[in-house]
T-cell receptor, first 108, second 117 residues
Framework: DAKTTQPPSMDCAEGRAANLPCNHSTISGNEYVYWYRQIHSQGPQYIIHGLKNNETNEMASLIITEDRKSSTLILPHATLRDTAVYYCIVTNAGKSTFGDGTTLTVKP | GAVVSQHPSRVICKSGTSVKIECRSLDFQATTMFWYRQFPKQSLMLMATSNEGSKATYEQGVEKDKFLINHASLTLSTLTVTSAHPEDSSFYIC?????????????FGEGSRLTVL
């Protein structure tokens, strides 16, 4: 599976949009991009996924570049409860390799 | 939505004993499930792919005789840590994908924290 690269940490002000980038330059044509977040001592929580089109749900938006080599997760109005480690993974049929993720800290 | 459930969420055992962790897909069938291990302040590490009705596929460096995986039905995979030692203490997480490959959503269980004394 393709590996991903994310910045180790980011800060965001409460109420502002949080934009989390992810590079997946070796992604293959049949691999999807998934985003999860993990709060201490819990399993990863699904946020959103996509193949090549931009996606939006009640939690976030996912912007995938046209060449699919990178993507951005957007939390439109970050709250303190959004503080977590965010993982971007690419996967074919569910088998995934996790990188180190981005620790997002939302500050009041 | 689809849910993947693990049991137990926490288990403490004595060194040398075996511990079984269950992973269930609650409202969908999963021919394939995945097992991960996560040490404190580290990312998830894929241990093995659990295939319904056939042998599991283990990642390099994971001892198959140490971590026994059984996927006897379309909704249940079990991970048994045999002869557990303190270094096996970790957070074990399973995942499963709904529907066909890449047509569904990939969900993770809540995790099972194993502490070996």
């Amino acid at each position: 599976d393709a590996k991903t690269t994310q910045p180790p940490s980011m800060d965001c002000a409460e109420g502002r949009a949080a934009n989390l980038p992810c590079n997946h330059s070796t992604i293959s044509g049949n691999e999807y991009v998934y985003w999860y977040r993990q709060i201490h001592s819990q399993g990863p929580q699904y946020i959103i996924h996509g193949l090549k089109n931009n996606e939006t749900n009640e939690m976030a938006s996912l912007i995938i570049t046209e060449d699919r080599k990178s993507s951005t997760l957007i939390l439109p109005h970050a709250t303190l409860r959004d503080t977590a480690v965010y993982y971007c993974i690419v996967t074919n049929a569910g088998k995934s390799t996790f990188g180190d993720g981005t620790t997002l800290t939302v500050k009041p | 939505g689809a849910v993947v459930s693990q049991h137990p969420s926490r288990v403490i055992c004595k060194s040398g004993t075996s511990v079984k962790i269950e992973c269930r897909s609650l409202d969908f069938q999963a021919t394939t499930m995945f097992w991960y291990r996560q040490f404190p302040k580290q990312s998830l590490m894929l241990m093995a792919t659990s295939n319904e009705g056939s042998k599991a596929t283990y990642e390099q460096g994971v001892e198959k005789d140490k971590f026994l995986i059984n996927h006897a039905s379309l909704t249940l995979s079990t991970l048994t840590v045999t002869s557990a030692h303190p270094e096996d203490s970790s957070f074990y997480i399973c995942s499963a994908i709904t529907g066909g490959p890449n047509t569904g959503e990939l969900f993770f269980g809540e995790g099972s924290r194993l502490t070996v004394l």
